[in-house]
């Protein structure tokens, strides 16, 4: 019998990131194959390769042993093959039989909706599914769990034979996963192939019956679920050694925490957090997509409220209302999102670096000396751009990226937060915004960085306390340098203990 | 330190400039005649009346910089006229009393405009959209119908402040435009109003007070129309409930013409006050060619959209050079 899914010789380039080189594997017909990595593996890419919205530069594509060439999404379900995307996409504006059929949709005679048909046909999808919910039930009213199951269910409508879902729990809780298991075991025992990308092993161990492994966009190996444990499995996806730690300690961390979180709570997004960094210190927050480290982060500088638990900076309760109370405080925090928190793509450089500096200042003038404070900053970060009058649409990724952090740096600030502070960055860049996190840890600032890059805080932090699935799992010093290591705080990070 | 006048003011200049010589050259009079559109006169009547849109369009600029749309300043416009005229015809208030009772009746107005967009978090276009309906209806309710004749009561030779009548909304324009485009460019609060425009996240996330910018830029918005609307009741010597019928889209097209961009995050004051001055001479010159009464609202339509599809070409290339 023919594979269902059969990958050869795949490669896939992003400009300059390889992001798959020839990943070779094959998925038999009915078995559930899970596809593991760390972030940047290509496990996405690889599933946007299959269902038609990616085309890769090389190598061939079977299902169900056709070599094809899929253009779009729509190529993809005509060959049986669907999708459960990790972001919901769904139309929350229209009803669950709407969007089950959207872009598919029954028509008659000149384009005429069939609307009963597809009514009654996504009732009965519904109930094959048990879920309950009506048809006519508008998707903006339904928990996010049900939004998941609709993508199940527009899968199942086009007769899909092979389902690919790609992080499908990473916004369900316990409850609502557990659904989705027994979804999908009736979908497996119906004899389709499924296909499950996830960061949770504990979840991959359940489902599936083997084990592809990629890791820097090239294929490691495939196991078999029964001939392998939690532990070897960590240990292809890290696989490499680690870079060498820079050396770091230009100031020894030390005195009270400046710092201090004290069973933090925002539920259902994360319970009982606490953490201190000392003056000088860098603590990295490692978790997987969804493990709550956003989350914490913002409840710290005010955008989301906090349901209980304590903050203490520098030895003073506070609660702040917002980033612009946080950061009159001297706590500041450099946003994940460049594109959407992070930069006026409307204004020029130096309007975007003397914003927070001056808002917290309480300015009500704008200097002329700001000019020169700006293109020092430029300088003094080596970003290039053609000048300080230059908007920040001219400039690279890593550049962009740079203007970020440079603009919160630019307010000195005591307490520095950052999530995933190098995110889709080169490594040039990455570098450098390392050097600004170190050169403001060497001037006493307590550093809390959250990254899900595992490489990135294994270098850079003094400590990593790793959260999973709204919670503290542990901690790791730098100091114990048996425990510092890619594949403890992996375990951490994925696992339940 | 940022430049006062940006390129963007420049090429609005540049079309005024070239809208005023085309005329100049087309209305040309036989020999003899004085000139029908270059003359001192027709100068003044084109400020005087265009000082009405411009004053209200500088609010209208800042509204749309920081994001946001106002449909309400025609409505603000005659409620603040009505309620200066009915004062100082119907009361016997002094003209100062009235006039700072329709300023603060429009600055009323944009309390509740801020207070629906800002604390309801109602969409701008609706918020206006109501405010809009109940200053215009507030307008018919207080006028039952009639006018206040100002005209009848005003001193026969009043000079406001020393000078020609005529001068003072013109001058009042000016000096408008100069106050808030030093305000926008070369205050914090200014370039809050286009970090909000721009990206209201990043500007959250960047310590602005994002509500409190947006509730000030549709207040000093309303207070703008207010002013125009005590300009536009004097000049007309007449407060009424129908004035300014449809000055809303006017004094938006006269923001964009200047530059604004519906997105948000761009756009100038003083742009602002010249697109009014560019519409002020269209609808003063068109009626006098002969036969072209009947175009004269289809030419402004058609300006406005040449002027705004020559600025995103103009736009577009400067991001690629870039």
């Known amino acids: 019998m023919a594979a269902a899914v059969e990958f050869r010789q795949i490669g896939k380039s992003f ?34 390769i299959l269902v038609g919205g990616v085309r890769p530069d090389r190598g061939e594509l079977r299902i169900g042993g056709d070599a094809v060439t899929l253009n779009i999404a729509r190529d993809a379900m005509a060959r049986g093959v669907g999708l459960v995307h990790q972001e919901m996409l769904a139309f929350p504006n229209l009803s669950a039989a709407a969007n089950i059929f959207a872009g598919r949709e ?21 109930e094959r599914l048990d879920v309950p919910i ?30 690919a879902l790609d992080e499908p729990t990473a916004s369900l809780t316990a409850a609502e996963s557990d659904r989705l298991f027994a979804i999908l075991d009736g979908l497996k025992r119906r004899g389709v192939t499924l296909i499950y990308v996830s960061h949770r092993l504990s979840e991959v161990f359940r489902l599936c019956d083997r084990i592809t492994v990629l890791r820097d966009g090239c294929y490691v190996d495939t196991f078999s679920r029964d001939a392998i444990g939690a532990d070897a499995i960590v240990q292809a996806m890290v696989g490499r050694t680690l870079p060498p730690r820079a050396s770091v300690a230009a100031t020894t961390p030390g005195g009270e925490p400046l710092l201090r979180i004290d069973r933090l709570t925002r539920r259902p997004r994360f319970a009982d957090v606490s953490v201190s960094v000392m003056p000088g210190e860098i603590v990295g927050l490692f978790g997987l997509v969804g493990s709550g480290r956003t989350e914490v982060l913002e409840t710290i500088v005010g955008l989301q409220r906090a349901d209980g638990g304590m903050l203490t900076v520098d030895g003073r309760v506070r609660t702040f209302r917002s980033p612009r109370h946080a950061a009159r405080a001297g706590v500041v925090l450099v946003p994940e999102d460049r594109q959407r928190q992070g930069l006026f793509f409307n204004l020029n450089l130096r309007h975007n670096l003397a914003l927070p500096a001056a808002e917290a200042s309480g300015a009500r003038i704008v200097r002329g000396a700001e000019r020169g404070a700006a293109s020092a900053l430029l300088a003094r970060w080596r970003i290039k751009a053609s000048s300080v009058d230059a908007t920040p649409g001219a400039l690279s990724g890593g550049n962009q990226q740079k203007v ?3 603009k919160w740096l630019a307010m000195e600030p005591r307490v520095l937060l950052l999530d995933e502070p190098t995110k889709g960055v080169d490594v040039g860049a990455k570098y450098e915004i390392h050097g600004m996190i170190r050169d403001r840890a060497s001037r006493r600032a307590a ?11 294994l270098g850079l932090a003094d400590r990593i306390v790793v959260m999973r699935e709204g919670r503290l799992r542990g901690e790791v010093s730098a100091t114990d340098a048996a425990a510092f290591t890619e594949e403890r705080v992996m375990r951490l990070a994925t696992t339940a203990s | 330190m940022t430049r006062w006048w940006e390129g963007r003011e420049l090429s609005t200049v540049a079309i005024l400039a070239i809208e005023i010589a085309f005329f100049a050259w087309y209305l040309w009079p036989p020999a003899n005649r004085t000139h029908p559109f270059v003359n001192a006169a027709n100068a003044v009547l084109i400020l005087k009346y265009s000082s009405i849109y411009g004053i209200a369009a500088i609010g209208a600029a800042m509204v749309i910089i920081a994001g946001g749309i106002d449909l309400s300043p025609g409505a603000v416009i005659a409620l603040s006229g009505v309620v200066t005229g009915g004062l100082f015809v119907g009361s016997g208030w002094s003209l100062t009393a009235s006039a700072l009772a329709g300023f603060l ?3 009323g107005c944009g309390l509740v405009t801020a207070a629906l967009v800002v604390a309801v978090g109602l969409p701008p276009f609706i918020a206006t959209l109501g405010v809009m309906g109940i200053a215009r209806g507030a307008g018919f309710i207080i006028t039952e119908g009639r006018y206040f004749d100002v005209s009848s009561r005003l001193p026969a030779d009043w000079r406001p402040l020393g000078l020609p009548i005529d001068w003072t909304s013109p001058l009042l324009m000016i000096g408008l435009a100069f106050v808030f485009q030093t305000l926008m460019i070369r205050m914090q609060w200014g370039r809050a109003v286009f970090a909000v425009g721009g990206n209201e996240t990043a500007a959250r996330y960047s310590g602005v007070r994002v509500g409190l910018v947006k509730a000030s830029v549709y207040l000093a918005a309303a207070m703008l129309a207010a002013v ?15 004035l300014a019928m449809g000055y809303e889209l006017d004094i938006i097209a006269s923001a964009v013409v200047g530059g604004a961009s519906l997105a948000g995050g761009r756009g100038s004051v003083v742009g602002a006050v010249l697109g009014a001055l560019i519409f002020g001479v269209l609808r003063n010159a ?21 002027i705004v599809v020559m600025d995103q070409v103009l736009q577009r290339r400067k991001r690629v050079d870039s």
């Open chain 2, 286 to 306: 068109l009626p006098q060619i002969p036969g072209a009464t009947f175009y004269d609202r289809l030419i402004v339509g058609l300006v406005v959209i040449v």
């Open chain 1, 106 to 126: 029954i028509t008659g005679r000149f384009g005429w909706l069939r609307d009963g048909e597809m009514r009654d046909r996504a009732r009965v999808l519904l």
């Open chain 1, 404 to 406: 970020v952090a440079a």
């Open chain 1, 447 to 457: 550093c809390l960085i959250a990254s899900s890059d595992l490489p990135e805080l």
């Open chain 2, 105 to 107: 009746t429009g600055a």
């Open chain 1, 15 to 48: 400009g300059a990131v390889a992001a798959l080189q020839d990943v070779t594997f094959a998925i038999a017909q009915g078995e559930s194959h899970a596809i593991v990595g760390e972030n940047g593996a290509g496990k996405s890419t690889l599933l946007r």
């Open chain 1, 134 to 163: 009506s048809p006519d039930a508008p998707v903006e009213s339904l928990p996010v769990a049900y939004r998941q199951l609709l993508q199940v269910a527009r899968a199942l409508a086009s007769d899909c034979r092979t389902l």
């Open chain 2, 228 to 242: 125009s609307g005590i300009a536009l009741t004097i000049v007309q010597g007449q407060g009424k409930a129908d």
